[in-house]
């Protein structure tokens, strides 16, 4: 891996895609695992725009930065990703810096997981910048996970600890009142919190097969 194609921005956009139960099955010694993610920007994967998206029932998470530079991500909705982390920021080869994260909602239920997820403890201190989201764990408090000071420690710490960090200063945490989001309807309502956060209603109207001559 050269210097140059570490710091290669790529311009690509990727935008409302409805994406939704993904499961990755793989193995590791023969014992059964699933893991897939709703959008993966894999090692130095730079320079990507990903906006409007909805994305829901991917195991591992709705998105994983993996090692980019200045990826921007922000008008999506992620919900109802997998048991543990619902967004993934790993700074792989400390490389991911001027990630920016803002105007999404992260809405789930699932007891144990986490709203963010750092690999490293200096990921969020140093190379991204995260605000105006809206988070939603079903009424439970919300949390991050950050490595801890010692070898093989972990954290988990609540969104206010994440706040003191300098990050989502303005963000909130609040039910984000979808149409109807048993059918999967992600529409929000008149009074969502998110629209006063600035949230732009995402219209999937015309994704998927289309009907008619001109499919």
Same mark, same amino acid.
């Given at each position: 891996?050269?210097?140059?194609?570490?710091?290669?921005?790529?311009?690509?956009?990727?935008?409302?895609?409805?994406?939704?139960?993904?499961?990755?099955?793989?193995?590791?010694?023969?014992?059964?695992?699933?893991?897939?993610?709703?959008?993966?920007?894999?090692?130095?994967?730079? &320079?990507?725009?990903? %906006?409007? !998206? @909805? $994305?829901?029932? #991917?195991?591992?998470?709705? /998105?994983?930065?993996?090692?980019?530079?200045?990826?921007?991500?922000?008008?999506?909705?992620?919900?109802?990703?997998?048991?543990?982390?619902?967004?993934?920021?790993?700074?792989?080869?400390?490389?991911?810096? &001027?990630?920016?994260? %803002?105007? !999404? @909602? $992260?809405?789930? #239920?699932?007891?144990?997981? /986490?709203?963010?997820?750092?690999?490293?403890?200096?990921?969020?201190?140093?190379?991204?910048?995260?605000?105006?989201?809206?988070?939603?764990?079903?009424?439970?408090?919300?949390?991050?996970?950050?490595?801890?000071?010692?070898?093989?420690?972990?954290?988990?710490?609540?969104?206010?600890?994440?706040?003191?960090?300098?990050?989502?200063?303005?963000?909130?945490?609040?039910?984000?009142?979808?149409?109807?989001?048993?059918?999967?309807?992600?529409?929000?309502?008149?009074?969502?919190?998110?629209?006063?956060?600035?949230?732009?209603?995402?219209?999937?109207?015309?994704?998927?097969?289309?009907?008619?001559?001109?499919?």
């Amino acid at each position: 891996m050269t210097q140059e194609s570490r710091d290669h921005r790529t311009g690509s956009i990727f935008r409302y895609n409805l994406i939704h139960d993904t499961g990755g099955y793989s193995s590791n010694m023969g014992r059964d695992l699933w893991n897939s993610w709703g959008i993966y920007l894999d090692s130095f994967a730079s &320079g990507f725009t990903i %906006h409007g !998206n @909805i $994305v829901y029932g #991917a195991y591992d998470g709705g /998105v994983l930065v993996q090692g980019g530079k200045d990826n921007l991500i922000y008008n999506n909705i992620f919900i109802e990703n997998g048991p543990r982390r619902q967004v993934f920021i790993a700074n792989f080869s400390d490389n991911s810096r &001027g990630t920016q994260f %803002h105007h !999404n @909602i $992260v809405c789930y #239920a699932a007891p144990e997981a /986490v709203a963010i997820y750092c690999e490293r403890r200096d990921a969020p201190h140093s190379i991204a910048r995260w605000n105006h989201n809206l988070y939603w764990h079903g009424g439970r408090e919300v949390k991050v996970f950050l490595p801890g000071k010692e070898p093989n420690a972990e954290w988990t710490r609540p969104l206010d600890y994440w706040k003191g960090l300098g990050f989502d200063q303005e963000s909130l945490i609040a039910d984000p009142q979808f149409v109807d989001p048993r059918r999967h309807d992600y529409r929000l309502k008149p009074g969502s919190p998110a629209l006063a956060l600035g949230f732009e209603p995402i219209d999937l109207s015309t994704v998927g097969p289309r009907r008619g001559a001109g499919r």
